[in-house]
């Protein structure tokens, strides 16, 4: 038999934080205390904390956002699903969010409370905000979609788009920085902004409809998300 290797302090400060991630005392979305915070918690230097998080980041558990911080971008180490997604063409992805969005706009329109409307107009804002910086355009962008699913209060849904969220970031990034044009223009954000104005009157089958539009065109090639 191989002898058996002891964990380096990296592999086990990620675990550990991997595991207080999924005891619940950070969820998807919240951001990590500093470096100078964590070393002492988990008994390391800052180094060690820095090499941690980088692991992490790199299979899509924590994502690093310049001058903003570290952030929780999913609850659990990549499965099996993960190790799919990886391998699928961006294609793929799309037409998987065709078959969760499409049905989750119509439902959002049917279900939405003013608090769902409230999430989604300030989502559609920042995603306004950040249209000159690409990767917090996508990060926006993905946080937009993902109101107006949480907005059909179908939590299967929700799971099978958080299940995706990650991948579809880099995938979506990686397309974009392939194009020569530019991405998040004003027809773009406006397209987001009927499917916002759809659901706040109760519209399914046109927030349906702009849904799958939207999709589409970005499977084509021709859309910008």
Same mark, same amino acid.
């Given at each position: 038999?191989?002898?058996?290797?002891?964990a380096?302090?990296?592999?086990?400060?990620?675990?550990?934080?991997?595991?207080?991630?999924?005891?619940?005392?950070?969820?998807?979305?919240?951001?990590?205390?500093?470096?100078?915070?964590?070393?002492?918690?988990?008994?390391?230097?800052?180094?060690?904390?820095?090499?941690?998080?980088?692991?992490?980041?790199?299979?899509?558990?924590?994502?690093?956002?310049q001058? @903003?911080?570290?952030?929780?971008?999913? /609850? +659990?180490?990549?499965s &099996?699903?993960?190790?799919? #997604?990886?391998? !699928?063409a $961006? %294609?793929?992805?799309?037409e998987?969010?065709?078959?969760i969005?499409?049905?989750?706009a119509?439902?959002?329109a049917?279900?939405?409370?003013?608090?769902?409307l409230?999430?989604?107009?300030?989502?559609?804002?920042?995603r306004?905000?950040h249209?000159?910086?690409?990767?917090?355009?996508?990060?926006?962008?993905?946080?937009?979609?993902?109101?107006?699913?949480? @907005?059909?209060?179908?939590?299967?849904? /929700? +799971?099978?788009?958080d &299940?995706?969220?990650?991948? #579809?970031?880099? !995938?979506? $990034? %990686?397309?974009?920085?392939?194009?020569?044009?530019?991405?998040?223009?004003?027809?773009d954000?406006?397209?987001?902004?009927?499917?916002?104005?759809?659901?706040?009157?109760?519209?399914?089958?046109?927030?349906?409809?702009?849904?799958?539009?939207?999709?589409?065109?970005?499977?084509?090639?021709s859309?910008?998300?």
């Amino acid at each position: 038999m191989p002898p058996i290797r002891r964990a380096s302090l990296a592999d086990q400060a990620a675990d550990a934080l991997l595991a207080r991630i999924r005891s619940g005392e950070w969820e998807l979305g919240d951001r990590l205390p500093g470096e100078t915070t964590l070393a002492p918690q988990l008994g390391v230097g800052r180094s060690t904390v820095r090499e941690a998080i980088r692991r992490l980041a790199g299979i899509g558990v924590l994502a690093t956002r310049q001058g @903003a911080g570290v952030f929780v971008t999913r /609850l +659990e180490a990549p499965s &099996g699903m993960d190790t799919l #997604l990886d391998g !699928a063409a $961006i %294609d793929a992805v799309i037409e998987a969010r065709i078959a969760i969005e499409v049905e989750a706009a119509a439902l959002a329109a049917r279900r939405r409370t003013e608090e769902d409307l409230d999430a989604v107009r300030a989502a559609l804002a920042i995603r306004a905000a950040h249209r000159g910086d690409l990767v917090r355009h996508v990060e926006t962008d993905t946080d937009f979609h993902r109101a107006v699913i949480a @907005a059909a209060h179908n939590p299967v849904l /929700l +799971e099978m788009f958080d &299940g995706i969220a990650a991948h #579809l970031r880099r !995938a979506m $990034i %990686d397309m974009l920085r392939s194009r020569s044009g530019g991405f998040g223009d004003d027809g773009d954000q406006d397209s987001h902004a009927d499917l916002l104005a759809a659901i706040e009157r109760h519209d399914a089958a046109a927030a349906a409809a702009l849904s799958r539009e939207h999709l589409s065109g970005m499977l084509s090639g021709s859309g910008t998300d």
